[in-house]
């Protein structure tokens, strides 16, 4: 009688149980439906809204053409020629004669060289500034007096220091590209918490302890937002030394393709330019998203 009894009890039970996973989880499919229904309208906005951009942007272009009788290209000639430039960008006929990936890869190298070099020097310099009031005294006048300067006024420094153009342009990218990322570090460095440093005084921290738990993890995304900042001046000093150096890169296309009079390839080259600094804008505030604190 009383296993009679217990099936009976415990079968409802059972059935509410099931009842209740079944409920939860179609709750919970409709939920994650109604996320990403709600993420592809958000993003779907954003595209409708781009395109929105570029369509006025395209008919203010199509007018200045218009108003300059054809001087300067409209946007279906120059995107006629981009895809030109595009269908074979490896061409390689001679010293003055490259497609424009050639000229676009020897940029990129430039640029990275130039930008780890001053990552390497404003990160630690950065952290220093931060860390300690006696070295922020000593750099930071430096920094305020270096950093106004304009890239081009360092491009002869370079050339009588390396006796080399393509080491000049890495130099002046080099040095007009370190001082966001060193500002950042060091404001990122400032701003721990005091309540963070009596835990690492607590617990006994030692130096390196406390740089690789406390300090860096804290300050790591103000670094990020300093090389993001910093990779976007290095992308636009590199066309103005290209164009003093001369031999390869994209800055040299464009002086080139400018004494050609061809301002089809100018302003497609000025296109590609812009496309390969959103390009790393977005890849450093992919990274910089990933390192921030969430709420």
Known sequence: MSDKNTLIIDKPNTEINVSTEIKKSVIEENYKLKLALNTLLIKSKSLL???????????????????????????????????????????????????????????????????????????????????STICK????????????????????????????????????????????????TSFGVASIPQDHKNVAKAFGFSKMRYLTKILVPYSLPHIITGLRLSISVAWLVIVAGEMLSGGAGIGFFVWDSWNALSLEKVISAIIIIGIVGLLFDRLFTFIENKVAYKA
């Open 137 to 184: 005294q000593l750099f930071y006048p430096i920094v305020q007096l270096l950093k106004p300067v304009s890239p081009l006024a360092w491009f002869p420094i370079g050339l009588v220091v390396f006796k080399d153009t393509g080491m000049a342009t890495i130099f002046i990218v080099f040095i007009t590209s370190l001082w966001s990322t060193l500002i950042n």
């Open 49 to 131: 809204l781009a395109g929105v951009g570029l369509f006025v942007f395209g008919g203010f272009w199509s007018l200045l053409s218009y108003y300059t009788k054809d001087a300067l290209p409209g946007p279906i000639p120059t995107l006629t020629v981009l895809k030109e430039m595009l269908s074979d960008p490896f061409y390689d006929y001679g010293p003055n004669d490259k497609g424009i990936g050639l000229q676009l890869f020897n940029s990129i190298k430039t640029v990275l060289m130039g930008f780890l070099l001053g990552s390497l020097i404003a990160i630690p310099v950065g952290i220093l500034m931060g860390a």
